[in-house]
C-alpha cells in the first residue's frame, strides 16, 4: 500500500508561483509512475502532468505546457510540481496519484493511490 501526502498549497497573486510536494510511503516509489490532477469547484478532476517511474518521460495537458514542471526524486520518495506564471483559472484542490506502471499514465483510472488534496487559489 502507498500513502501520499500533498503540501506546498496556498494562496498566490496571478503570476505568482508555487512548489506542490508529495511525499510517498513505501519502498516501492519508484516502481510506480506518478501524476498530478487537480479538480476546481463543479468540474471533474482533471490530468495536469505525469511522470514515469524512471524520471525521464514527462506529460503535461496543454493549458499548463511551458508553466508547470514536473519532476521527482526516488530517494526521497517525492514527487514535485512547480507551477509559474499561475492564473485565476489554475486555482483548484491539486491531487498527486501513483500509477502501477513503468510509463506516465493520463487517465485517472490507471491510478490506484491518491493523496488527499492540497488547495491552490490563485487571485486576479
Known amino acids: 500500500q502507498v500513502q501520499l501526502v500533498e503540501s506546498g498549497g496556498g494562496l498566490v497573486q496571478a503570476g505568482g508561483s508555487l512548489r506542490l510536494s508529495c511525499a510517498a510511503s513505501?519502498?516501492?516509489?519508484?516502481?510506480?509512475?506518478m501524476g498530478w490532477f487537480r479538480q476546481a469547484p463543479g468540474k471533474e478532476r482533471e490530468f495536469v502532468a505525469g511522470?514515469?517511474?524512471?524520471?525521464?518521460?514527462?506529460y503535461y495537458v496543454d493549458f499548463v505546457k511551458g508553466r508547470f514542471t514536473i519532476s521527482r526524486d526516488n530517494a526521497k520518495n517525492t514527487v514535485y510540481l512547480q507551477m509559474n506564471s499561475l492564473k485565476p483559472e489554475d486555482t483548484a484542490v491539486y491531487y498527486c496519484?501513483?500509477?502501477?506502471?513503468?510509463?506516465?499514465?493520463?487517465?485517472?483510472?490507471?491510478?490506484?493511490?491518491w493523496g488527499q488534496g492540497t488547495q491552490v487559489t490563485v487571485s486576479s
Open positions: 511522470i514515469s517511474r524512471s524520471g525521464f518521460s514527462r
Open positions: 513505501g519502498r516501492t516509489f519508484s516502481s510506480y509512475a
Open positions: 496519484a501513483s500509477a502501477p506502471a513503468a510509463t506516465t499514465q493520463y487517465v485517472p483510472g490507471a491510478y490506484n493511490y
